[in-house]
């Protein structure tokens, strides 16, 4: 296990593609020093801006100690291994991560897990705009994966979103879920305006009615075959998942119709308006 901990303040962004355990993996402390990541426009060395111990065998576990939110790109494209964070995080993290698991205990910013493709993230405070997104003139966004926030989460959570799942305990902004064709996003505060607009396929499960857009035309009130096992599958991460949520009724919206139309957007009957 590897503790890093900031020796300097961040005063400009961090760009640190080099903090991921892949990279860590089988390097020495002394090679992990001399590893290079960019201070605004000036190239540093990883010592020059953190302070690295080695406290147990193995460097494919990494605990950062401090506040980083001004520190990109943590754990891009990591596929193995372990990155915990006491503190925030800044943007990019995650981005293109196809396995292992990061933990945050504060805020995370922009593009959280961007085309993401496999791991565990996991945020205990509040994520900002574009998580699980594509980037700009990307086709594709979130591919696999699993995303979970304890907290708040901004606009266009989930853009261009394929495979995996995205659940957050707070509110969301605005185009949750815009241009899916497929994945699912669960929510179990408000989500705003435009959810799921553009939507081939795909599915969003909201606990408190949504305002909608008038492209998604109700199918039906029912339980859905698949919610029990999509629901229980999420306890493992303590989410809130009531008996009430599993056995239930759903209103299904089908949509967006002004694109494919095969999306879905199902509303919690127990939820509040």
């Given amino acids: ?13 961090v760009e640190a593609e080099c903090i991921s355990p892949d990279v860590f993996s089988s390097k020495s402390v002394e090679e992990l020093k001399s590893l290079e990541l960019w201070w605004g426009n000036k190239k540093k060395k990883l010592a020059d801006v953190f302070n690295i111990e080695q406290v147990s065998e193995g460097t494919e576990e990494i ?4 506040d980083v939110s001004e520190v990109k790109h943590i754990g891009a494209k990591m596929s193995k291994g372990k990155v915990v964070i006491e503190g925030s995080a800044g943007m990019h993290l995650g981005r293109e991560m196809e396995g292992g698991g990061i933990t945050v205990h504060g805020n995370v910013g922009d593009w959280l897990g961007a085309e993401m493709k496999g791991g565990l993230i996991r945020v205990k405070g509040n994520a900002r705009n574009l998580v699980g997104s594509g980037y700009r003139g990307s086709k594709v966004g979130m591919k696999g994966g699993t995303i979970v926030i304890e907290g708040n989460a901004g606009s266009e959570v989930g853009e261009l979103m394929r495979r995996g799942t995205i659940a957050i305990l707070g509110k969301l902004g605005t185009l949750t879920g815009a241009l899916m064709t497929g994945g699912s996003i669960v929510c179990f505060g408000n989500i705003g305006e435009k959810a799921g607009a553009g939507m081939d396929r795909g599915t969003i499960i909201a606990f408190n009615r949504p305002k ?7 199918s ?33 919206y089908s949509g967006d119709v002004a694109a494919l139309g095969k999306g879905e957007i199902l509303v919690w009957k127990g939820g509040k308006t």
């Fill in 220 to 252: 039906c009130t029912y339980n859905p075959t698949f919610i029990r096992a999509f629901l229980l599958g999420l306890k493992k991460y303590d989410l809130p998942i009531k008996k009430e949520h599993i056995e239930g009724l759903y209103d299904r």
């Fill in 1 to 13: 296990m590897i503790n890093l901990k900031p020796k300097v303040e961040f005063k400009v962004p």
């Fill in 212 to 218: 909608l857009l008038p492209t998604f035309k109700h």
């Fill in 63 to 66: 605990i950062i100690t401090g």
